[in-house]
């Protein structure tokens, strides 16, 4: 398996675009993280799913932010309008429930 | 959230061992003990999990005090690629597998 792909590695946009970041978990995984880095504020969880359903998204720090898992196999973290304070790496983990989690490369936003 | 405690930094030397502490006193009978390191500029890595027992694999040892309020990540060799910020984190089981990252100890390793 290829691990956990992200897509992509680095993004540079203007403020007020919409940037979607995308994630293909390891097949077979049934939970799937997206988390964001800061030096500030470290990694911080924005959402998890399990069985492609959205457990807690109360990481999401706006209603800008914005997650889907259409099927077990892909998901995007959609930010509308971005914003330069969402400068950050995202990752995407996934795992079993309970199991190990495997993260993704991470994307690199910059929000100009 | 059920939280850990770590120290903020550690220094160790090449090829020794190196014991890296988490205290966990609110963890709940499900909860596993997960391990994660992150080296710079990469994503973080799994290192090992367990739940009751003891655990060992290729990267490491996982030593887990009795009552669960503590638990140790052992280092057999420490090597100049052990460098990083390891993050002791509980996998809490009543919130769906919850994962939730905090500070993490830096470890330095000196030739």
């Known amino acids: 398996d290829a691990g956990v792909i992200q897509s992509p590695r680095h993004e540079v946009t203007e403020m007020g675009q919409e940037v979607t970041l995308r994630c293909k978990p390891i097949s077979g995984h049934n939970s799937l993280f997206w988390y964001r880095q800061t030096m500030m504020r470290g990694l911080e969880l924005l959402i998890y799913?399990?069985?492609?359903?959205?457990?807690?998204d109360s990481g999401m720090p706006e209603d800008r932010f914005s997650a889907k898992m259409p099927n077990a196999s892909f998901s995007t973290l959609k930010i509308q309008p971005s914003e330069p304070r969402d400068s950050a790496v995202y990752f995407c983990?996934?795992?079993?429930?309970?199991?190990?989690?495997?993260f993704g490369q991470g994307t690199r936003l910059t929000v100009v | 959230d059920a939280k850990t405690t770590q120290p903020n930094s550690m220094e160790s030397n090449e090829e020794e061992p190196v014991h890296l502490p988490c205290n966990h006193s609110t963890i709940s009978g499900t909860d596993y003990i997960h391990w994660y390191r992150q080296l710079p500029s990469q994503g973080p890595e799994y290192v090992i999990h367990g739940l009751t027992s003891n655990v060992n694999n290729r990267m490491a040892s996982l030593a887990i005090a009795e009552d669960r309020k503590s638990s140790t990540l052992i280092l057999h060799r420490a090597t100049l690629r052990d460098a990083a910020v390891y993050y002791c984190i509980l996998r809490l089981n009543n919130q769906g597998g919850k994962l939730i990252f905090g500070q993490g100890t830096e470890l330095s390793v000196k030739p």
């Open positions: 799913f399990n069985n492609n359903v959205p457990i807690d």
């Open positions: 983990a996934s795992s079993l429930i309970q199991g190990a989690a495997f």
